[in-house]
């Protein structure tokens, strides 16, 4: 009989899910996507080989899973931080910050290589967790432009160029003064970029 982690069977579940795909974030970094394997994730996790099929249909179903755990992990990180911060210039300072943070320590993007791997339906669902990501953007924006600190011609647009500066602005300087005068430098050319 297997082992119960947890005080009930909804906590083993959540806690089994949780340890998957926090192994499977780890060999996506060690690996890339095509070389992990499931029986390595279930491995890693420290669970059965097919005890993982209880939770995820395929490898697919565990990339899905995995970037809408990020997405809200990252999500809920950027809207605390942007709870402490009050006037519109300084939120979408925040959300530079933050994005830039995050995306160093988070899978933020899994990559356009992985596009061509994937199926239809699944990319259609790895849309919803970007639509999360240009909603909170687009709130900050939208706030600012009501209160006239941003002139912004396009919305829409000028949210998908703003993240897109952004997801592909990769901070990995070793020093912190360089990693910090970086993220100032993208700081003002995003606040340029909506008029700031």
């Known amino acids: 009989m297997p082992k119960i982690i947890g005080d009930s069977l909804a906590e083993h579940r959540a806690e089994t899910r949780r340890r998957l795909l926090a192994a499977f974030g780890d060999l ?15 491995t890693r996790a420290d669970i059965g080989r097919t005890a993982i099929y ?8 565990v990339l899905l899973a995995f970037a809408m755990d990020e997405t809200q992990r990252y999500v809920d990180a950027i809207r ?3 709870s402490e911060v009050d006037g519109p210039v300084e939120r979408l300072q925040t959300y530079v910050r933050m994005h830039v943070a995050l995306s160093r320590e988070m899978h933020m993007g899994l990559g356009p290589q992985l596009y061509s ?29 009501s209160q006239g600190a941003f002139v912004v011609d396009d919305l829409r647009a000028t949210t998908a160029l703003v993240l897109a500066c952004l997801q592909s602005r990769q901070v990995t300087h070793p020093e912190a003064s360089e990693r910090d005068n970086a993220v100032a430098v993208t700081e003002r050319f995003v606040l340029r970029a909506v008029g700031a």
Do not use: C, P, Q
């Not at 209880?54 to 179903?61: G, M, P, R, Y």
């Open 28 to 42: 996506l970094t060690e690996r890339g996507y095509d070389a992990v394997r499931l029986a390595d994730v279930a």
């Open 80 to 82: 605390e931080a942007l």
């Open 54 to 61: 209880n939770h995820f249909a395929d490898k697919e179903a």
């Open 117 to 145: 791997l994937l199926s239809r339906d699944a990319l259609l669902h790895m849309r919803e967790h970007v639509i999360v990501v240009e909603s909170l953007l687009r709130d900050v924006l939208e706030d600012g432009m």
